[in-house]
């Protein structure tokens, strides 16, 4: 068996439909040097729902005996996955058929090690039927990446995430210990040393449900709580940047505070050579030469 460019590394448990739907999606990708990792965390065997789309989807299948997290399932994802890069996928998100290709056509210029795209924010209810109605579905993340950005917010979803494998080889995969926000302890790590590039092209999706099957729906103050750790753990990281911040904004008050200097010499020089200057300091002679100041260079 060849050795794929890209691993997709996707977690589920006890959710064969969502899987489904997940499959679908990758099979679907226009970019085929991939593999999909399914990693089945201690749930049901779904080997069953995995075969129709085994070939499609290029699936190697990881099922853990014992549930042993989210995390941990992860990096037994990390494990097994055998690519190059390493894109990540949860059994209820979709990849839509551009999500692997936009990415590697970026990553594989070899600039930068990580990069994300933008994905739709599905909101979704449950139906008398017992399926999901998307009541919204929209774009809520578009941002250039800045490392202080994180201490704002997050700017981007896991699901648009993909980075070098060697990248958590070298500095570590999902932290064990965490039970939410895996994710943003993993990108406040690679951050330190790695910048991620943006591609504003939505790719991909996630869901968000009103019944409560999420970890964000039920475990608000853990959430709250483990934000809080992971902000003391990382803040020293970017002291660099507000460093260099403070730098370029002096740098910026410096030209402006020479502007400044200049206009008020070029006043001086008109007010002596006896042109007349009205209360917006702005001469009535001669206007578009003071004008000119004004503009950029």
């Known amino acids: 068996m060849s050795t794929p460019l890209v691993s997709v590394v996707l977690r589920t448990r006890n959710r064969p439909d969502f899987l489904v739907g997940a499959l679908e999606g990758l099979a679907a990708q226009e970019f085929r040097d991939f593999e999909t990792v399914v990693v089945n965390d201690g749930g049901e ?35 097994a996955a055998r690519g190059k890069y390493i894109s990540w996928h949860d059994d209820d998100d979709l990849y839509y058929p551009n999500h692997l290709g936009t990415l590697m056509e970026l990553l594989e210029q070899g600039e930068f090690q990580a990069a994300y795209t933008d994905a739709n924010e599905v909101k979704q209810r449950l139906a008398a039927d017992g399926t999901y109605e998307t009541v919204s579905k929209q774009v809520v993340l578009s941002n250039d990446f800045h490392p202080v950005r994180f201490f704002q917010h997050c700017p981007f979803h896991l699901v648009s995430f993909c980075h070098q494998k060697s990248c958590v080889e070298r500095l570590g995969g999902f932290d064990e210990t965490l039970d939410v926000l895996e994710d943003w302890d993993l990108f406040f790590r690679l951050a330190q040393d790695y910048t991620f590039k ?6 991909a999706e996630y869901r968000i449900r009103d019944d409560g099957t999420q970890a964000i729906t039920t475990m608000r103050e853990e959430f709250a709580r483990t934000r809080e750790q992971l902000f003391d753990k990382y803040f020293h990281t970017i002291i660099p940047s507000f460093v260099e911040m403070y730098f370029e904004q002096q740098e910026g008050l410096a030209a402006m505070r020479a502007r400044v200097e200049a206009l008020e010499g070029e006043l001086a020089r008109l007010r002596a050579s006896g042109e007349e200057v009205d209360d917006a300091s702005r001469p009535t002679k001669g206007r578009g030469k003071i004008s000119s100041l004004f503009r950029s260079k």
């Open 45 to 79: 065997d779904v080997a069953e729902a995995i075969e129709p789309l085994r070939e499609s989807a290029r699936v190697q299948y990881v099922h853990l005996r014992e549930n042993v997290g989210r995390c941990a399932a992860g990096n037994r994802g990390i494990e």
């Open 198 to 203: 943006h591609i504003p092209v939505t790719t």
